[in-house]
């Protein structure tokens, strides 16, 4: 069972470059998420997706934009990176669950360095 | 600004002690979530909990909710080094929007 798949793992990336970070579940979740994780910080969202088609934006999404062309499917791209978006990026799905008790199953993570 | 704040930030104890583990905010959430993640990986749910002043056990784990639903805690009774690793408590906001705190690194040493 694959779950959440994230691609790159890792990525070294000079500064005003575009990149698309890929995440792809096969779980038939409604709902996904991108998250960066620095270190003190814990986790902080940068979009969502409720369903196939809307997106939300979350804690941090400037610098960052999203799509949800199918239900399997949520990139995140950086337009034009920056330093401070050197982070561990995770995707993260969640089924339907009433008032917030879904419950989120993540990748293993994309490790992004902006030089 | 972290919505959700955690304390303390890092934890370091022998076998066999107790600790707590606090989760605490300003905002009200529609339910509370502790998450746990090891080196490398995504995180993985613990537990949920919805109504305010829940309590929640799972084994050696006790987790508990504010009465405002504000709040949250976790207990371990009696650490193992099996338990060492970074906790995250998770607030939703609605159905679909999850805030995570801002993490607890656990180390129980043999």
């Known amino acids: 069972i694959a779950g959440i798949t994230q691609a790159p793992t890792s990525q070294i990336l000079a500064a005003g470059r575009r990149m698309t970070l890929r995440c792809t579940q096969d779980?038939?979740?409604?709902?996904m998420y991108w998250y960066r994780q620095d270190l003190g910080l814990g986790l902080r969202l940068i979009h969502y997706?409720?369903?196939?088609?809307?997106?939300g934006k979350g804690e941090v999404p400037d610098g960052y934009s999203v799509s949800r062309a199918n239900t399997d499917d949520f990139p995140l791209t950086l337009a034009s990176a920056v330093p401070s978006q050197t982070s561990v990026y995770f995707c993260?799905?969640?089924?339907?669950?009433?008032?917030?008790?879904?419950?989120?199953?993540f990748g293993e993570g994309s490790r992004l360095t902006v030089l | 600004t972290q919505l959700l704040e955690q304390s303390p930030q890092f934890l370091s104890i022998q076998e066999g002690e107790n600790l707590t583990v606090y989760c605490n905010s300003s905002?009200?959430?529609?339910?509370l979530q502790w998450y746990r993640q090891e080196p490398g990986e995504g995180p993985v749910l613990l537990v949920t909990?919805?109504?305010?002043?829940e309590v929640k056990k799972l084994k050696r784990l006790t987790f508990q909710f504010g009465d405002a639903r504000k709040d949250s805690s976790l207990h371990i009774t009696a650490a193992q080094p099996g338990d060492t690793g970074l906790y995250l408590c998770?607030?939703?906001?609605?159905?679909?929007?999850?805030?995570f705190g801002t993490g607890t690194r656990l180390k129980v040493l043999a």
């Open positions: 993260a799905s969640s089924d339907q669950g009433g008032a917030g008790t879904g419950e989120l199953f």
């Open positions: 779980m038939r979740h409604n709902a």
């Open positions: 997706s409720n369903t196939a088609g809307t997106t």
């Open positions: 905002s009200v959430f529609s339910s």
């Open positions: 909990v919805v109504t305010g002043g």
């Open positions: 998770a607030g939703a906001k609605g159905t679909y929007k999850y805030i």
